[in-house]
């Protein structure tokens, strides 16, 4: 296993009263865009720490350097960097690479989804009560208070076990190989689900809205699942949002 000296020893700074950008951040976010652009010039790039073009509008590569930040910062090895590959707000292309376990994910469409070298499917999951299921809080950061929680105690009487990471690209990366059965968040940004998208997508399973079409990038509604759970999943959030 790799061993990170700064794991836990970041040089940190905030963004926000609790969001937290590292030196790693934002020399990872360099790297990535500098070498993108000197391979694809002609392709846009939409990045956490630097910003970008809107992200439904043509080719675009959208890259969270570092998911997971703040599990970074204390010291915890979930972490990982995603890179998606977007045309008109679809994504065609993922890799998402966690450094403290050295696992790659990745998916092309019509390519399969894959991990390390094997090829990787949903769970067979098909009822909640079997069902270990993710969830993240950004909606903390941005400053709203929607049901994050509420929802959370739905779940959590009704499925297995529910858990939260503290890294959106990695657990969705957990729904595509059958790890997680299930995962949702509110107001989660395009670099934190764009990649894992087309990984889940490609491992049979599906990433929409609360409500099953989807996601607006600009709200970040995000609910994915195995496929066999979705309906299920919703029902739950349907519950919550008859209006
Ligand atoms: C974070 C996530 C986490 C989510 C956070 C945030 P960052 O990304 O992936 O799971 O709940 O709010 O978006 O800031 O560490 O790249």
Redesign the pocket.
Known sequence: MTHFSLLGQAEVFHKGRI?LVTVADQESESYIKEALHAAYPEIGFHG?EGGGSVYDQGRLFVA?P?????NFVHGLPL?CVSIAYVVDGQPQAGVVYAPYFDEFFWAAKGEGAWHDGRRIHVSTTANLVDAELEF???CV?AGLKPDTMPIASDFVYRAQCIRA?????L?LCYVADGRFDGFW?YY??PW?WAAAQIIIEEAGGKLTDFRGGPVDWRTGRVLASNGLLHEQMMAVFAERHQN
Do not use: H, Q, V
């Open positions: 969001d956490e969270d570092l998911d997971g930040t703040t972490f993240g809080f950004s950061r990471l503290g890294s959106a690209a657990a968040e989660i940004r934190d």
